[in-house]
């Protein structure tokens, strides 16, 4: 199956991208190009392949949820330079 310049076209208005006729054919060209490596594909033999519903075979890779012990309030407070009693206090970085 050939693409055609009415094929990019109508591509291109789906999209509402404007082309000129030189962009036109080589995305025609290109198109093309790629189902034929697409086809090329086709050749090979796939008969003994299990199809995977992913590539990569991973098992639950998730650490297990532990509860541990996190850095309390005033030790994390300790070294700002500016706070707001319990808050880290940070200058205003969005302006109007």
Do not use: G
């Not at 070294?79 to 302006?95: C, E, H, L, W």
């Amino acid at each position: 199956m050939a693409v055609t310049i009415e094929d990019v076209k109508y591509i291109a208005n789906l999209s509402h991208l404007k082309f000129d006729e030189k962009e036109l054919e080589s995305f025609t060209h290109q198109f093309n190009e790629i189902l034929t490596f697409f086809e090329k594909l086709n050749e090979l033999n796939t008969d003994n392949v299990v199809p995977l519903s992913h590539p990569v075979e991973n098992v639950n890779v998730f650490r297990e949820d532990v509860l541990v012990s996190s850095v309390e309030r005033e030790e994390a407070l300790k070294n700002s330079p500016d706070r707001n009693d319990n808050y880290f206090k940070v200058p205003k970085v969005i302006n109007k």
